[in-house]
Protein backbone atom coordinates (compact mmCIF):
# COMPACT_ATOMS: atom_id res chain seq x y z
CA UNK A 1 0.00 0.00 0.00
CA UNK A 2 2.87 2.30 0.40
CA UNK A 3 4.88 1.63 -2.17
CA UNK A 4 1.68 2.06 -4.30
CA UNK A 5 1.23 5.47 -2.50
CA UNK A 6 4.69 6.26 -3.21
CA UNK A 7 4.39 5.37 -6.86
CA UNK A 8 1.07 7.59 -7.23
CA UNK A 9 2.86 10.77 -5.50
CA UNK A 10 5.87 10.44 -7.46
CA UNK A 11 4.19 10.10 -11.17
CA UNK A 12 1.90 12.93 -10.47
CA UNK A 13 4.80 15.16 -9.88
CA UNK A 14 7.09 14.08 -12.17
CA UNK A 15 4.31 13.99 -14.83
CA UNK A 16 4.77 17.42 -15.65
CA UNK A 17 8.77 17.05 -17.09
CA UNK A 18 7.63 13.88 -18.85
CA UNK A 19 4.47 14.90 -20.76
CA UNK A 20 6.66 16.11 -23.75
CA UNK A 21 9.84 17.42 -24.41
CA UNK A 22 8.68 20.35 -25.88
CA UNK A 23 7.46 21.84 -22.61
CA UNK A 24 10.13 20.93 -20.63
CA UNK A 25 12.39 23.94 -19.45
CA UNK A 26 16.00 22.73 -19.91
CA UNK A 27 16.88 19.03 -21.28
CA UNK A 28 20.93 18.13 -20.57
CA UNK A 29 22.64 14.86 -22.25
CA UNK A 30 25.12 13.21 -20.04
CA UNK A 31 28.21 10.79 -20.11
CA UNK A 32 29.92 9.51 -17.21
CA UNK A 33 29.94 6.55 -14.69
CA UNK A 34 28.04 4.86 -12.20
CA UNK A 35 29.26 3.67 -8.79
CA UNK A 36 27.79 1.48 -6.07
CA UNK A 37 27.10 -1.71 -4.94
CA UNK A 38 27.75 -3.59 -7.50
CA UNK A 39 30.29 -3.15 -10.77
CA UNK A 40 31.19 0.95 -11.88
CA UNK A 41 29.68 1.04 -15.52
CA UNK A 42 29.45 3.71 -18.22
CA UNK A 43 26.47 5.64 -18.03
CA UNK A 44 24.65 7.94 -20.47
CA UNK A 45 21.55 9.57 -20.44
CA UNK A 46 19.37 12.04 -21.68
CA UNK A 47 17.64 14.50 -18.84
CA UNK A 48 14.50 17.20 -18.93
CA UNK A 49 12.61 18.87 -16.60
CA UNK A 50 10.21 21.09 -15.95
CA UNK A 51 9.79 24.93 -14.76
CA UNK A 52 10.71 25.68 -10.88
CA UNK A 53 7.36 25.46 -8.81
CA UNK A 54 8.74 27.24 -5.62
CA UNK A 55 12.15 26.39 -6.04
CA UNK A 56 10.87 22.58 -6.66
CA UNK A 57 11.10 21.07 -9.88
CA UNK A 58 9.62 18.01 -11.30
CA UNK A 59 12.52 16.02 -13.39
CA UNK A 60 12.38 13.27 -15.82
CA UNK A 61 15.85 11.23 -16.92
CA UNK A 62 16.14 7.90 -19.03
CA UNK A 63 19.61 6.44 -18.57
CA UNK A 64 21.76 4.03 -20.77
CA UNK A 65 24.56 1.89 -19.75
CA UNK A 66 26.76 -0.78 -21.51
CA UNK A 67 24.80 -3.61 -20.40
CA UNK A 68 20.71 -2.27 -22.03
CA UNK A 69 19.17 -0.53 -24.83
CA UNK A 70 16.57 0.04 -22.68
CA UNK A 71 16.81 2.79 -20.06
CA UNK A 72 16.32 3.00 -16.93
CA UNK A 73 13.81 5.45 -15.86
CA UNK A 74 14.21 8.12 -13.20
CA UNK A 75 11.53 10.41 -12.05
CA UNK A 76 11.67 12.67 -8.99
CA UNK A 77 10.98 15.65 -7.78
CA UNK A 78 14.14 17.88 -6.35
CA UNK A 79 14.04 21.23 -4.14
CA UNK A 80 16.81 23.93 -5.02
CA UNK A 81 18.64 24.23 -1.88
CA UNK A 82 21.57 25.80 -3.43
CA UNK A 83 21.89 27.95 -6.69
CA UNK A 84 24.82 30.32 -7.49
CA UNK A 85 26.66 30.48 -10.59
CA UNK A 86 29.55 27.95 -8.65
CA UNK A 87 27.29 25.70 -7.85
CA UNK A 88 23.91 24.72 -7.59
CA UNK A 89 22.61 21.33 -5.21
CA UNK A 90 19.23 20.25 -5.13
CA UNK A 91 17.58 17.44 -2.85
CA UNK A 92 14.29 15.42 -3.54
CA UNK A 93 12.81 11.94 -3.79
CA UNK A 94 11.77 9.83 -7.03
CA UNK A 95 11.42 6.26 -8.66
CA UNK A 96 13.96 4.47 -10.10
CA UNK A 97 12.39 2.37 -13.20
CA UNK A 98 15.01 -0.36 -13.86
CA UNK A 99 14.65 -2.31 -16.98
CA UNK A 100 16.45 -5.73 -14.93
CA UNK A 101 13.28 -5.59 -12.92
CA UNK A 102 10.54 -5.02 -15.40
CA UNK A 103 9.89 -1.48 -14.95
CA UNK A 104 9.23 -2.04 -11.24
CA UNK A 105 9.76 1.08 -9.60
CA UNK A 106 12.07 1.70 -6.22
CA UNK A 107 11.92 4.61 -4.16
CA UNK A 108 15.22 6.29 -4.08
CA UNK A 109 16.55 9.78 -2.16
CA UNK A 110 18.34 11.47 -4.77
CA UNK A 111 20.52 14.57 -4.63
CA UNK A 112 22.28 16.53 -7.23
CA UNK A 113 25.50 18.48 -7.00
CA UNK A 114 26.15 20.32 -10.47
CA UNK A 115 29.67 22.86 -10.95
CA UNK A 116 29.26 24.41 -14.10
CA UNK A 117 32.62 24.18 -16.28
CA UNK A 118 34.27 27.14 -17.90
CA UNK A 119 33.40 24.98 -21.24
CA UNK A 120 30.06 26.97 -22.52
CA UNK A 121 26.74 24.78 -21.78
CA UNK A 122 28.72 22.48 -19.84
CA UNK A 123 28.83 20.98 -15.92
CA UNK A 124 30.59 18.57 -14.03
CA UNK A 125 27.53 16.27 -12.29
CA UNK A 126 27.38 14.15 -9.43
CA UNK A 127 24.50 12.58 -8.73
CA UNK A 128 24.12 10.47 -5.16
CA UNK A 129 21.11 7.94 -4.45
CA UNK A 130 20.15 5.91 -1.82
CA UNK A 131 17.23 3.41 -1.97
CA UNK A 132 15.44 3.29 1.98
CA UNK A 133 13.27 0.09 1.11
CA UNK A 134 16.11 -1.93 -0.59
CA UNK A 135 18.25 -2.44 2.13
CA UNK A 136 19.56 1.13 1.70
CA UNK A 137 21.22 0.07 -2.15
CA UNK A 138 23.31 3.13 -2.79
CA UNK A 139 24.66 4.53 -6.28
CA UNK A 140 27.11 7.34 -7.59
CA UNK A 141 26.40 8.97 -10.54
CA UNK A 142 29.57 10.82 -12.45
CA UNK A 143 29.24 12.68 -14.94
CA UNK A 144 29.55 15.29 -17.87
CA UNK A 145 26.62 16.54 -19.04
CA UNK A 146 25.88 19.33 -21.66
CA UNK A 147 23.04 21.96 -21.81
CA UNK A 148 21.20 21.26 -24.91
CA UNK A 149 18.45 23.87 -24.36
CA UNK A 150 17.25 25.67 -21.30
CA UNK A 151 14.26 28.52 -21.76
CA UNK A 152 13.16 31.25 -18.33
Same mark, same amino acid.
Request: net charge negative; glycine share 4%.
Given at each position: ????A ?16 A???R??? @????VL @? ?17 H??R ?25 D ?21 P ?47
Amino acid at each position: MLRTALVLVFIGTALPAAAAAAAAQRAFL @GAGIVL @GDFSSEPDFDLHIDGPPWHATRAELTLAWSDRSAKPTVITEAERSLIDTKALAVDLGAGLLWFDANDYRPFPAIISTIVVPLPIPRTALVAIPDVQPFQDFEWALVLKVSLTLWSRR
